[in-house]
């Protein structure tokens, strides 16, 4: 019994509105940087799924979906070094309260 195309679709589809609402709603730095994870996370569901729906023999949507999780992983990085820079100097990381880019 193989899993259907849509069920990897519309598993991809979930986790990518949940990132969308984590990201909307949340007013907590760290939370938001695990939002965006979990929507390219999605998209690497969405990548692997179709490769291997339309061509099963190359490996192409696993080329990109590893290239996805290496800039995930370098932006995870860098968005922990910037929050704890903004905790150091602020000691919150309450997005409603960084205003260091207003004049």
Avoid: P
Avoid at 29 to 35: D, E, K, Q
Wanted: with cysteine.
């Amino acid at each position: 019994m193989a899993v259907q195309l849509e069920s990897y679709v519309l598993l991809a589809a979930f986790l990518f509105c949940i990132g969308i609402f984590g990201l909307v709603n949340s007013r907590n730095a760290v939370r938001v940087l695990m939002s965006i994870e979990l929507m390219l996370n999605a998209v690497n569901i969405n990548l692997i799924a179709f490769s291997n729906f339309l061509d099963s023999e190359e490996i192409k949507g696993q080329i990109f979906t590893i290239f996805v999780l290496t800039v995930a992983a370098a932006e995870a990085a860098v968005g922990l070094a910037i929050i704890l820079s903004i905790y150091r100097n602020r000691e919150t990381i309450d997005m409603e309260q960084f205003n260091l880019l207003k004049w």
